[in-house]
Structures are given as C-alpha cells and as structure tokens.
C-alpha cells in the first residue's frame, strides 16, 4: 500500500486529534474514502517532525472509525501533497528557517508543488513580474513610505506573502503607511448587480479542476471567504475566455514538473476585461459537494503518487 502524506506547519501532535480549520475533517472525510478505494494510505505530519529524510512520527487516518491515529515510528512517504505555508501569520512575514525546512524535505520526498514552485507562484512581488501584462498597472512600495492618496480613489495595497486577505488592505484614506514590503494594484471594479465578485479557477497540471465566483457580502470590497464573501460553483464551459488565458499564463510555469494551482481574476464591469490578481498553490476545499470533493482528491491522489 503506498503512503501519501499532507504536509503541513505547527505542533499538534499533544492533542488527541490534529487540528481540523475550514472543514478540512470534511475534506479528509472524503479523501479517506477516495483513499480507501485506492488502497493508499493518507497520513498527515508537521514539517517539523522530518528528520534526515523521513518523519519521527505522523497521524494515520483511519476511515472506519474516521479517526486520526498517532504512529510514533519513522515514516518516508511516497508521495508528500504540501500544505505547509511558511510565513507568519500575523505579520505575513517569510519564515527562513521554516523555508529551508521544506527545501530538504522536498529535495528527499516526491512532492506535488516544490517549494521553490510555491515560493515563486506564492509571493505576490513574483506574481507582478511573471504576469505583468494579466495584471492590473501594479507598484512596489518598501517599509517607511507612504502611499499618498489625495483624491481618495479606492487604494489596493498587498504585503508579498499572507493569504486568505489578511494581509490585502482596500482603503480611500489620503495617507496609507506601508509598514512591510508591498505592492499597490489598481482597483478594478468587477460588480455584477452592484456587488463585488472574482472568479477562481484551480488546476491539477495543466488540467482544470472546477471554477467558482466569490461573492463579497454587501458593501465589502473582500471576495475571501472568511471575510464573508460567498462562493457560487460555475462550469468551465462558461469562461472559455478565461481558460486560454490560463493556458498561457501556465507557459513559464511547466518549467516544474507537478503543480497543483488557482488563478483568480476580476472582470471589470464596464468593459469586460479580465485582470488576474492573484495566484495561489494552496486553494481550500471547504463548502465543496461531497462528490466534488472525492472528484479533486481522486485526481491529487492519482497525480501524487503517478
């Protein structure tokens, strides 16, 4: 039976069952499932856990009891999903030494998504200058300056690394201090209906997986989730458009040999035209159908172990 373990960042290993956020237990609930058809054995450790080419110990899932189990013996997986990030979460800063980590861990274990892939498709400063002509007119700003604002247009300013929105501030003030190294896009209004959406559309390879919009709840300017926004699944046959900008944005991308990725773009209402904002290697699963659920983690299963 061969082993696929998720990589991930923290300790959990003191609590009787690790630690489950944004309807992960549903998303492993059915990767159990898909697991067990399979016959492949899905495990879960801390990156810190990795010494000198294995793991001390990890968390084994058992799907008839649909309970994690602690296994306190070394393990070298066959194939490694990474869903470590490695910058602080409250500052959004880069973690060097957590970095370095996962550069060995990677350099001994097949995993989907290499560091230096997510590294490069992750940072927000990387993501201007590969997609410089997707994106909107963008500008770098180091700590200590000051965005002057003096018409009070809508201001959209990004620290390099975060996720989820925490580090994305939307604001008209005149005066908008940057206290770490970040990049100003211009605000691109894609309203349908008077609210704010984008478009999400993640990839396994150069294979699209799903799309769905994400709608900011009323009078937000966030599209995040967990900033209230709501999702609504779409089919690809409607966004042929967007899939062949895909298709050439991936180019510089197949340099790396797996890759598990979203895009996200807003449309600008008036004019109808695309803008890619956002690039991400780790896209959640949480409010996905049970099917569409085994649907991804089959082909992940699949294209981690091919």
Not at 25 to 34: F, K, N
Not at 39 to 61: D, E, L
Not at 173 to 187: A, G, M, R, W
Not at 296 to 304: E, G, N
Request: hydrophobic share 40%; aromatic share 10%; net charge positive.
């Amino acid at each position: 039976m061969k082993t696929l373990l998720t990589l991930y960042t923290g300790d959990d290993w003191k609590l009787d069952q690790p630690v489950m956020s944004n309807g992960l237990d549903r998303s492993y609930q059915a990767w159990g499932r898909v697991a067990q058809r399979q016959k492949v054995q899905i495990t879960r450790a801390s990156m810190t856990w990795y010494r000198r080419g294995a793991f001390t110990k990890y968390w084994r899932y058992d799907q008839r009891a649909d309970r994690w189990e602690k296994i306190k013996k070394t393990i070298k997986p066959d194939g490694i999903y990474d869903k470590a990030r490695v910058h602080d979460r409250k500052t959004g800063q880069q973690l060097v030494y957590l970095l370095g980590l996962k550069r060995e861990i990677g350099s001994a274990i097949p995993m989907v998504n290499i560091p230096q892939f997510s590294e490069l498709v992750d940072n927000k400063l990387t993501q201007a200058v590969i997609f410089a002509d997707a994106m909107p007119s963008t500008q770098l700003w180091l700590p200590g300056a000051s965005v002057k604002n003096p018409s009070g247009k809508t201001v959209v300013l990004k620290t390099i690394g975060g996720s989820g929105g925490t580090f994305v501030k939307i604001t008209k003030n005149k005066s908008i201090p940057v206290k770490q190294l970040s990049i100003q896009q211009n605000f691109i209004m894609a309203t349908k209906g008077g609210v704010l959406r984008d478009i999400r559309i993640c990839y396994i390879g150069d294979q699209p997986q799903y799309v769905y919009s994400r709608v900011a709840a009323p009078g937000s300017l966030y599209t995040n989730v967990h900033m209230g926004a709501h999702m609504e699944f779409m089919k690809l046959k409607e966004i042929p458009e967007l899939l062949v900008l895909c298709k050439r944005l991936m180019g510089p991308l197949r340099i790396f040999p797996k890759r598990i990725m979203s895009f996200d773009f807003l449309i600008d209402a008036k004019k109808g035209h695309p803008y890619l904002v956002e690039t991400n290697t780790m896209p959640g699963t949480n409010n996905f159908s049970d099917a569409l659920l085994e649907r991804f983690f089959d082909r992940v299963t699949r294209y981690t172990l091919d």
